[in-house]
T-cell receptor
Framework: GQNIDQPTEMTATEGAIVQINCTYQTSGFNGLFWYQQHAGEAPTFLSYNVLDGLEEKGRFSSFLSRSKGYSYLLLKELQMKDSASYLCAVRVLKAAGNKLTFGGGTRVLVKP | DGGITQSPKYLFRKEGQNVTLSCEQNLNHDAMYWYRQDPGQGLRLIYYSQIVNDFQKGDIAEGYSVSREKKESFPLTVTSAQKNPTAFYLC?????????????FGPGTRLTVT
C-alpha cells in the first residue's frame, strides 16, 4: 500500500515563505503532484515532479527526492488568497492504469 | 468551454436510499475517477475507469457502484450498503497515459444522508 504524510496545519504571515513537506512510501512510484484546494471547492493543479530536483513556477516551487521519498512545496511572497489546503498526491503505475493516492492535506492559514 | 460538471452541488437523502451522483466531462479524456473527501481530510479513491465499459475498484469501493457506458459520463451510485455516506464527492478526469497528465476535478457534490 501507500503511506503519505504531511503536516495537518501551518500558519504564516503575509509576504513570508512557507514550506510544506510531504513524505511517502510506495511501490510503483510514477510522479508526485501538488494540488491547492480552497474550502468547499475542487482541487486545482499546482505542480508535478517525477525526477529529482526543483521545479519552479512563479511564487510556487516543488522539490522531489525519490531516494528519500520526500517532496516539499514552497510558497513565496505569501498572499491572503494562498490560505487553503495543499494536497500532496503520489501517482502509482498499476496494470489497470495510473491512480493517485492523496495525503491528508496541509491547511495553510495566512495572517496579515 | 471544456470542463467537468457534477450535479447537483448539494444533495440530501434519507438513510436506506440509493442515490446517483452525476459526472460529465467534455475534455475528451479517457480516464475518469471518483473520490470521497471527509472534513479536514485528503481525497480517497472510490472507483476509476481508464476506458469505456471498464472500471476498477479504488481504495474504498465498498457500498458504491459505477458505470462507464459513455466516454463523457461516469455516474456514481451510493448504495444503502455504504455505512457512512455523508461526504464531499469529487469526480476527476485525465488523459489515460503512463506519461504525466494531471487530473482535472469537477466542482464536487456534497451529499448529506440523515
Amino acid at each position: 500500500g501507500q503511506n503519505i504524510d504531511q503536516p495537518t496545519e501551518m500558519t504564516a504571515t503575509e509576504g513570508a515563505i512557507v514550506q510544506i513537506n510531504c513524505t511517502y512510501q510506495t511501490s510503483g512510484f510514477n510522479g508526485l503532484f501538488w494540488y491547492q484546494q480552497h474550502a468547499g471547492e475542487a482541487p486545482t493543479f499546482l505542480s508535478y515532479n517525477v525526477l529529482d530536483g526543483l521545479e519552479e513556477k512563479g511564487r510556487f516551487s516543488s522539490f522531489l527526492s525519490r531516494s528519500k521519498g520526500y517532496s516539499y512545496l514552497l510558497l513565496k511572497e505569501l498572499q491572503m488568497k494562498d490560505s487553503a489546503s495543499y494536497l500532496c498526491a503520489v501517482r502509482v503505475l498499476k496494470a489497470a492504469g495510473n491512480k493517485l493516492t492523496f495525503g491528508g492535506g496541509t491547511r495553510v492559514l495566512v495572517k496579515p | 468551454d471544456g470542463g467537468i460538471t457534477q450535479s447537483p452541488k448539494y444533495l440530501f437523502r434519507k438513510e436506506g436510499q440509493n442515490v446517483t451522483l452525476s459526472c460529465e466531462q467534455n475534455l475528451n479524456h479517457d480516464a475518469m475517477y471518483w473520490y470521497r473527501q471527509d472534513p479536514g481530510q485528503g481525497l480517497r479513491l472510490i472507483y476509476y475507469s481508464q476506458i469505456v465499459n471498464d472500471f476498477q475498484k479504488g481504495d474504498i469501493a465498498e457500498g458504491y457502484s459505477v458505470s462507464r457506458e459513455k466516454k463523457e459520463s461516469f455516474p456514481l451510485t451510493v448504495t444503502s450498503a455504504q455505512k457512512n455516506p455523508t461526504a464531499f464527492y469529487l469526480c476527476a478526469s485525465s488523459i489515460a497515459s503512463t506519461q504525466y497528465y494531471e487530473q482535472y476535478f469537477g466542482p464536487g457534490t456534497r451529499l448529506t444522508v440523515t
